[in-house]
C-alpha cells in the first residue's frame, strides 16, 4: 500500500521567496511521484513527474523537484515566488509496474504576498 | 492537446434526486477515474474503470454508482443524493502501460440542498 504526507496545509512566502513544499511518501515498491497544481475551480494539472533515472526533475513554470529515496521525498521547490503561483499543490505516489491508481496527499495550499 | 470535459461545472439538485455527473475524454484512454475532492482530505478515490463495461471500487464508493458503455465515457450516478455528496468532483484518464500520468477535467461542484 502506498501513503503521502504533505507538511503543511498552508504555506504563506512573499514575492521572489523560495517555494518549498514538502512531500513524504510511503511504498513498498518503486514508485512513480506526482506533483500537480490546481488553480481556483479549476481541475488538476500536472506540474513534474519522476518515474525512473534522473531524480532531479525539472517541471513547468520554474518548479523542480528532487526524489530522495534514502528520505522518501519529493519536495517541490521554486527559487523565486511569483504571485501567479498561488494556488493549491498537491503530491501523489503510485506503484512503477502495479497498479495504475494515484494516491493523492491531502494538498499544500500555497499563498503568495506581495 | 489532450481534453478532459466534465458536463457541468455547477449543479445544485435537492436531497434524494438522482444524479448523474458525465465525463469524457477525447485521447481513447482505456482507465478513466472518479475523485471527490473536499478540503483537508484531499482527492479520494470513488470509483475506477479500466476498460469498457469494467469498474472497480474505490476508497469510498458507497452512495454512488459508475456506467462506462462506452470507451471515451464514464459516468458516476448518485442514486439518492444526500447532503453529505455536497464536493467537487473530479474526473481523470489514463492510457494504460504509460507511467500512470492522469489527466484531470475541470471538476463539478456539485451542491446538494
Known amino acids: 500500500a502506498q501513503s503521502v504526507t504533505q507538511l503543511g496545509s498552508h504555506v504563506s512566502v512573499s514575492e521572489g521567496a523560495l517555494v518549498l513544499l514538502r512531500c513524504n511518501y510511503s511504498?513498498?515498491?518503486?514508485?512513480?511521484l506526482f506533483w500537480y497544481v490546481q488553480y481556483p475551480n479549476q481541475g488538476l494539472q500536472l506540474l513534474l513527474k519522476y518515474t525512473t533515472g534522473a531524480t532531479l526533475v525539472k517541471g513547468i513554470n520554474g518548479f523542480e523537484a528532487e526524489f530522495k529515496k534514502s528520505e522518501t521525498s519529493f519536495h517541490l521547490t521554486k527559487p523565486s515566488a511569483h504571485m501567479s503561483d498561488a494556488a493549491e499543490y498537491f503530491c501523489?505516489?503510485?506503484?512503477?509496474?502495479?497498479?495504475?491508481?494515484?494516491?493523492f496527499g491531502k494538498g499544500t495550499k500555497l499563498t503568495v504576498n506581495p | 492537446d489532450v481534453k478532459v470535459t466534465q458536463s457541468s461545472r455547477y449543479l445544485v439538485k435537492r436531497t434524494g434526486e438522482k444524479v448523474f455527473l458525465e465525463c469524457v475524454q477525447d485521447m481513447d484512454h482505456e482507465n478513466m477515474f472518479w475523485y471527490r475532492q473536499d478540503p483537508g482530505l484531499g482527492l479520494r478515490l470513488i470509483y475506477f474503470?479500466?476498460?469498457?463495461?469494467?469498474?472497480e471500487k474505490g476508497d469510498i464508493p458507497e452512495g454512488y454508482s459508475v456506467s462506462r458503455e462506452k470507451k471515451e465515457r464514464f459516468s458516476l450516478i448518485l442514486e439518492s443524493a444526500s447532503t453529505n455528496q455536497t464536493s467537487m468532483y473530479l474526473c481523470a484518464s489514463i492510457h494504460s502501460g504509460t507511467n500512470n500520468e492522469q489527466f484531470f477535467g475541470p471538476g463539478t461542484r456539485l451542491t446538494v440542498l
Open positions: 501523489a505516489v503510485s506503484a512503477q509496474g502495479g497498479s495504475e491508481k494515484l494516491v
Open positions: 511504498s513498498s515498491v518503486p514508485p512513480y
Open positions: 474503470s479500466y476498460d469498457v463495461k469494467m469498474k
